[in-house]
């Protein structure tokens, strides 16, 4: 069973030098969707922290920016943070935008300092869940809105196929934010242009609820 765990590509490939760079260029086309969608479902605002993680050139970080919101990128890989400061300097934005290198393991921002966070096709690589969950707790806001985005994927994909998250691995992952003391936790499919997504979402309401 564990190809089940929401983190099922952990120990994937880093995306650093001129992978990181191709890789990242790839992301660009299409995400806008993507990030238009979690804006979307998010309510972002201009009174909004928006934490970005697992950023990659940095899409929806500015889709958020673009919405008046102060953002935040977290990656760990530098070329794909290199890529998101040169393509947001020719991107009008009315909020602020930063760029960190780190994961969601690494994390070192103020506490309760995001009213939304979200994670787009990054879950499915994060080293440990359990670890990344602890951080995140500690940053979100009471109130708090996160959404984990992945590409749905089938059972028993293999390969690039695979990158994603099965219907049980989405409802494992929400599984595991109802433990923790998220509320209002769900899980959405969505179709964005030819792909499919599914959604985790929930509420943090507090550092008090984490049992």
Sequence with gaps: MADLVPNHHAHYRQFGGLFGYLAGLTMIVGRGRDARLVSDLAAVGSDDVVLDIGCGPGTAARQAAGRGADVIG????????????????????????EWRQASAETMDLPADSASVCWSIASVHHWQDLETGLDR??????????????????????????????TPDQ????????????FADVGVSNHSVGRRD???????????????
């Design 197 to 211: 997504v599914v959604i985790v979402s929930g509420t943090w309401p507090g550092s008090g609820n984490n049992g």
């Design 74 to 97: 977290l990656d760990p890989s530098a070329p794909m943070l290199r890529l998101a400061g040169l393509i947001s300097r020719f991107r009008p934005i009315s909020g602020a935008l």
């Design 170 to 181: 989405a409802e494992l992952f929400a599984s595991m934010l109802t433990d923790r003391g």
């Design 136 to 165: 995140l707790e500690d940053v979100l806001a009471p109130g708090a809105r996160f959404l984990a985005v992945e590409k749905r994927t089938a059972p028993g994909a293999t390969g690039i196929a695979s990158h994603g998250w």
